[in-house]
């Protein structure tokens, strides 16, 4: 049966999936595999240079036992009740987004690797019931088990997960139906060189951003707001959405997720190579002329 163990394990109360993230998870990633050891360390020294090791030491196991925590919790989300999500995440500000769906036809929010960021997706569900629909922008894994696994997860919640080179026709057709949409964005990932991008400091480093969600927001009206996560306590999260103003969308993103990072960076992926690629020369040129 397809995830069989996952469907199982998914049923599991999400305490008892904190105690094997606390005892095994954990000691497994951290310890054992050293997961991308290299990568966090060198992330978060460029970040914090003016912390001492025993500071950025303490971030680190912090972090990884939110990276252990979001495993279990991404498994616990896919069984989970609509009754169980209500207790475990929250939302401020969604029916501005609704409202906004409605006078525009759309909207766009964007997301980060916050958290457990799949949980995000039970927008799907709240939305459904005002005839708005929410559509999970996404990047295709290499793996086509994780892949289709990631794509059960987010649309089982109510959305439609859309892939990001079909995304402008998508638009498009809906827009023509007259279907009012929301559409998630996680923003937060590396372009790869050759694609549009913004450059911009972020965390004390030049750092590319896509500006996808901005061009797209621009071409069809839409309003675009911030997801802001935050964790009040362990297995519980809040998302308040926060509509952005600015004629540059992405630099905005740049500092509200700087600043949501910095109030609680355990919760960001440090293990994404973020900064594998710099910024060219001749662009840096280009700027200051």
């Known amino acids: ?14 305490g008892v999936h904190h105690f094997f993230a606390d005892w095994l998870i954990y000691p497994l990633v ?28 303490s971030l680190r196991k912090r972090f990884y ?77 290499k793996s086509q088990y994780f892949n289709q696994l990631m794509l059960d997860i987010r649309s089982k919640r109510g959305g439609e997960c859309v892939e990001k080179d079909v995304l402008l026709r998508r638009m498009l057709q809906l827009r023509k139906a007259n279907v009012k949409a929301m559409y998630g964005m996680l ?27 901005e061009v797209l927001s621009k071409k069809f009206g839409f309003p675009c707001y911030y997801a802001y996560i935050s964790c009040p306590k362990r297995g519980c999260y809040k998302a308040t959405l926060i509509p952005m103003q600015s004629d540059n969308l992405t630099e905005e993103y740049a500092r509200l997720l700087e600043r949501n990072i910095l109030e609680q960076p355990h919760l960001w992926l440090w293990t994404h190579n973020r900064w594998k690629f710099k910024r060219p020369n001749d662009q840096i040129v280009n700027d200051k002329l």
């Not at 049966?1 to 109360?13: A, D, E, H």
């Not at 951290?30 to 030491?57: C, G, H, M, S």
Request: aromatic share 14%; hydrophobic share 40%.
């Open 1 to 14: 049966m397809k995830y069989f163990w996952i469907k199982i394990l998914s049923k599991i109360p999400l």
């Open 30 to 57: 951290y310890y054992i595999a050293r997961y991308r050891r290299t990568i966090v360390d060198k992330n978060l020294k460029n970040a914090f240079p003016e912390w001492k090791d025993a500071q950025r030491k």
């Open 65 to 141: 036992h939110q990276f252990a925590d979001l495993i279990v919790e991404t498994i616990y989300g896919y069984g989970a009740s609509d009754a169980e999500m209500e207790e475990h995440m929250t939302y401020v500000g969604e029916d501005k987004v609704a409202q906004a769906c409605q006078q525009y036809g759309g909207a766009i929010t964007m997301l980060a690797h916050l958290g457990t960021w799949e949980w995000v997706a039970d927008f799907g569900r709240r939305y459904a019931s005002q005839g708005i629909q929410e559509c999970n922008v996404y990047r295709h894994l």
């Open 187 to 213: 923003a937060d990932q590396k372009p790869s060189p050759r694609n549009a991008h913004v450059w911009t400091t972020f965390l004390r480093q030049e750092t590319a951003f896509l500006n996808g969600s």
